[in-house]
């Protein structure tokens, strides 16, 4: 299972390490300690820390954007049968989902707390600017 230095967590999860340090010192982020000595956090125990803590933002009309097509992220559910997956990430705020070969899911090695990227690719793509 991965494990995530504060700085690690504090930039998968776009906030500063003294929050992470808060979290963890209030007990909502359980943590252990590496081979180092450092303080680390099970990428399973983040998984689902970033998926509750997970916020949708509200479309903030009139400002302009350009959808992203890589989103980094977590894995926080993985439900296979014998030829399909479906995998669940968090990326930042948003909740991605993708269906995979479970062959593809096992040779990436995916499971809840693993950093994967998500790449989506789309004939289509809406930009927005301002309107006056």
Known sequence: MPHYRISEVAGLLGVSDDTVRRWVDG????????????IVVDGA????????????????????????????????????????????????????VSLMSTEAVRELGLEPGVLAVAVVKSTTVVVETPGE
């Open 45 to 96: 125990a983040l998984a689902r820390f970033a998926r509750d803590q997970a916020k949708s933002t509200p479309d903030p009309s009139g400002v302009g954007r350009s959808a992203r097509n890589r989103l980094v992220g977590l894995v926080t559910e993985v439900v296979s049968d014998r030829v399909m997956s479906q995998v669940e990430m968090q990326c930042g705020p948003h909740r991605v």
């Open 27 to 38: 007990g909502a982020l359980p943590t252990g300690r590496d081979a180092g000595g450092r």
